[in-house]
């Protein structure tokens, strides 16, 4: 294992360099002179950045498929967000979907 | 507004309560994995990022480098997420240089979900604060409970994240150009996730942006700009407003284009 310095430094650079990855962005957004239909892409991307984060979260984990009970509790989810439930309605049935399926032996 | 205020502190309360358990877990398998008690809670203060930290503390015990490349290349979509919400949390140097440290995948997907810049500062700050305590406080709770908390797999809560985001993007789906460019850049990322490291298939959705230019796009930004955008119709002492005499869209300028500018096409005369 690591020495207890190397591990301190490790934690302390990635701490760092993801706070200037965050205040990067938002201090990019107020130097730069952004044309309008740029301005109108960025949410479109931070959208599809999140969408690519909600569905490989969802399909995958790590290099392989996620198997049956993840993706069946995020459709559960996925469903009623559509059917406009309320947030909490859509967390916890995703959530209690993927549990009950496992608890049936389902993975 | 008040209904709104508390539909946003339900909302808050219900993904608190997914993140001290899924903080919880990240905490216990710390310390499964042999790593000393002051490293978890040090991640979850200083890096507050849950997937790069669960990723650190698989590569930390083997090589420290491969650690903090592996959760950088991860936590690299902060970037554009930075620039797509830019001072939502406020302008002062106070408010960026603080709230920047909040932002997650979470607030910044209840953040634009949010069309009015006072309730986008609100919901950034709240969404911000309430996570960032209940990540520590289940981090906290892991640590101290150790083995004696379940697998977050086992109460389905892999599940719940993933649900959420969709709950929370779905309002910005509706629009037709913004679901082709999401949703392919989605697929992408999907079929690229076997063969890249974590952190590069989420930024490869980016490439969904693509599908904006095709040629025939009904939604394609250089029309709908023009159509749809209501702060274009409604404020005349704008720069490019068309009522300007020296605006190029005015049907006797000389230089008039037949189409607006757009950041991927040169623009063509009409003649």
Redesign the interface.
Known sequence: ??G?R??????????????L??????????RIEL????Q?????????????????????AG??F?GV??????M???LL??RKA???V???????????L?LAGID | MRTIQRTLLRDAAAIAAAMVAVGASFGAIAIAYGLPVWVPFLMSTVVFAGGAQFLAVGLLAAGPVAAVLAGLLLNARHLPFGMAIGSSMGTSWRDRLIGSHLMTDEVVAFTLAEQDPVQRRRTYWLIGVTLFTSWNLGTALGVLLGTAVGDYETLGLDAAFPAALIALILPSLRDRTTRLAALTGAAVAVAVTPWLPAGLPVLCALLGLFTLLRPDSPDSPDRSYYVESPDYVESPDRADHPDRPDHPDRPDHPDRPDRPIHPFRTRKAAG
């Not at chain 1, 190397?6 to 706070?19: D, K, R």
């Not at chain 1, 892409?41 to 490989?56: D, E, I």
């Open positions: 294992m690591a207890r190397m591990m301190l430094a490790a934690i302390v650079v990635l701490g760092v360099g993801t706070y990855m965050r205040l990067g962005g938002v201090l990019l957004r107020e044309s309008d239909n740029l109108r892409l960025l949410p479109m991307a931070a959208t599809a950045l999140l969408t690519a984060l909600a569905a490989t979260s969802t399909l995958m290099s392989g996620a009970a993840r993706p069946a509790g995020v559960v989810g996925a967000a559509w309320p947030f909490v859509v967390v916890v049935a995703a959530a209690a979907a993927a549990a009950l496992r």
